[in-house]
């Protein structure tokens, strides 16, 4: 089955303590993101990746790192956690930059930092 | 102002009710505009997307695109319980020159009442 699966779905964490979320896509799909949902803000994106070890910068990437050393996986790091992380956040797929408009998202991992 | 405005909702329907939800945008260099659907507790789910103006159907939904006056629209015919959900809106547009652009909605909260 086509998807993106990111772990873990849930974490609780303090402030301050370094932490990589995780996300793989088994698609063969060069172009990667990531995205945090806020209410009343929306999707907004965080680091994508046009494919290995290319990334670049989103929207809102400060407080975030990612890397892109193979296809599949793009995990996200927060190095130094703060509550303004607190966030349900989305990794997401497609074949290409140019086929943008057709991602495929995973399930999502609800953050919360104390 | 936000490139792609969408109203929050919610809204509350009865079941068979025709549903209209719509977003406008403010960039008209977007060039495709898609719709997700996204069920509480789970990632985005791309229902369909429309390139440039014009409709597209997709059994009970149908998509329209005004770039004349940038209204972005989804349709719901004969909508269901199961068709209660987030709906986002998004718009996106990619240049020769390798620029590219993904813009969400806030999403609408939808309930279709039984």
């Known amino acids: 089955e086509a998807q993106v699966t990111q772990n873990p779905r849930y974490l609780i964490t303090v402030t301050g303590k370094k932490l990589t979320v995780t996300c793989s896509q088994n698609m063969n799909h060069e172009y990667m993101s990531w995205y945090r949902q806020d209410p009343g803000l929306g999707l907004r994106q965080i680091y994508y990746s046009m494919n290995v070890e290319v990334t670049d910068k989103g929207d809102v990437p400060e407080g975030y790192k990612v890397s892109r050393k193979e296809k599949r996986n793009f995990p996200l790091i927060l190095e130094s956690p703060s509550p303004n992380q607190t966030s349900l956040y989305f990794c997401?797929?497609?074949?290409?930059?140019?086929?943008?408009?057709?991602?495929?998202f995973g399930p999502g991992t609800r953050l919360t930092v104390t | 102002q936000k490139e792609v405005e969408q109203d929050p909702g919610p809204l509350s329907v009865p079941e068979g009710a025709i549903v209209s939800l719509n977003c406008t945008y403010s960039n008209s260099a977007f060039q495709y505009f898609m719709w997700y659907r996204q069920y509480s507790r789970k990632g985005p789910e791309l229902l369909m997307y429309?390139?440039?103006?014009g409709n597209k159907e997709d059994g009970r939904f149908t998509a329209q695109v005004d770039k004349s006056s940038k209204y972005i629209s989804l349709f719901i015919r004969d909508s269901q319980p199961s068709d209660s959900a987030t709906y986002l809106c998004a718009s996106f547009f990619i240049s020769n020159f390798g620029n590219e652009k993904l813009t969400f909605g806030t999403g609408t909260r939808l309930t279709i009442i039984p």
């Open positions: 429309t390139y440039s103006s």
């Open positions: 997401a797929s497609s074949i290409d930059r140019g086929a943008v408009y057709e991602q495929y």
